[in-house]
């Protein structure tokens, strides 16, 4: 399932945010050697704080793994601030329905764990390109340029998504070389990576519906606390050691103070969707009378 965060919802998806910066780190940091600064497990870069799009996929567990960055090119954008040696000493492209792709990735590791094929990966690998463009074309965007390698121009030809031109020539760039490619936006380039993937539903998920699934997680987890000073140590912690069961009767208290202590009602309805969702997911079913007795 795909979800796009930008300045509009960023607020609301911190977490999700949170979980592709570690992706980013893992993927061009670790995986592939490239120089980008990595702070505290999370790859970050200048242009991560001009507010742009990010359209990113998700497992049927709410986990991110896939993702990638759209930019406009009318302001600051990799190709034209840090890639620029790739365009032979022409300006950049600049245009309002010309977006900048870039830190495409996919979390190989996890889409391949319990004995699942390099298949899984292709499927998010077209499901986030298929997104992507689906995306941009609805924004009014026409085309996109993106700075890949010739391993993700391979993989962008073989997935009948192949650019339709090149801007500057291939150079080397750290350990790796790069050129600048070009893609529509078409009806057309979607239905033949659609037709390549097999992929013929909606691949685009409504905010509310990744939403409860983030909050069933977070709430799966906190059922595995008992002493509050454990909710800080699983905050403060990375790691994946599981924590003691909490009691139904401190998540049942935590729950009502979170509704007596909302002051408007947008703070009164997130923490009865909470409720909701401990509900619904089975994590704590009486938790229903809350909300006739708020």
Same mark, same amino acid.
């Given at each position: 399932m795909i979800i796009v965060i930008d300045a509009l919802n960023k607020d609301r998806f +911190?977490? $999700?945010l949170d979980e592709m910066f570690k992706l980013r780190a893992r993927v061009f940091g670790d995986r592939l050697g490239w120089e980008v600064e990595i702070i505290n497990g999370r790859e970050i870069d200048q242009f991560d704080? $001009?507010?742009?799009?990010?359209?990113? +996929? $998700?497992?049927?567990e709410g986990h991110v793994v896939s993702c990638v960055r759209a930019l406009q090119t009318t302001g600051p954008h990799m190709l034209s601030d840090v890639f620029q040696v790739l365009l032979d000493g022409e300006p950049p492209l600049r245009s309002a329905t010309l977006w900048e792709s870039t830190r495409f990735c996919v979390d190989t590791q996890r889409l391949c764990r319990n004995g699942n094929t390099m298949k899984a990966v292709s499927m998010a690998t077209c499901e986030l390109m298929i997104g992507s463009l689906e995306y941009a074309r609805r924004s009014g965007i026409s085309d996109i340029i993106t700075v890949i390698d010739p391993v993700v121009n391979r993989v962008l030809k073989r997935s009948d998504n192949a650019p339709y031109d090149y801007v500057g020539t291939t150079k080397q760039m750290g350990k790796v070389p790069a050129m600048a490619a070009l $893609?529509?936006?078409? !009806?057309e380039r979607i239905n033949r990576v659609r037709a390549f993937a097999g992929i013929t539903n909606d691949v685009f998920a409504s905010e509310e519906t990744v939403r409860s699934l983030l909050d069933a997680r977070l709430l799966a987890s906190a059922a595995q606390i008992r002493d509050p000073s454990d909710w800080v140590a699983m905050i403060l912690s990375e790691s994946d050691e599981p924590l003691p069961p909490v009691l139904p009767e401190d998540i049942q208290d935590y729950c009502r103070a979170q509704i007596e202590a909302a002051q408007t !009602?947008? !703070?009164r309805a997130a923490a009865l969707r909470l409720v909701d969702v401990l509900v619904r997911e089975r994590i704590h079913p009486s938790m229903h009378q809350?909300?006739?007795q708020s």
């Open positions: +911190g977490d $999700l704080r $001009l507010d742009p799009a990010y359209v990113i +996929g $998700l497992d049927d $893609l529509d936006c078409t !009806e !009602e947008e !703070e809350l909300v006739f």
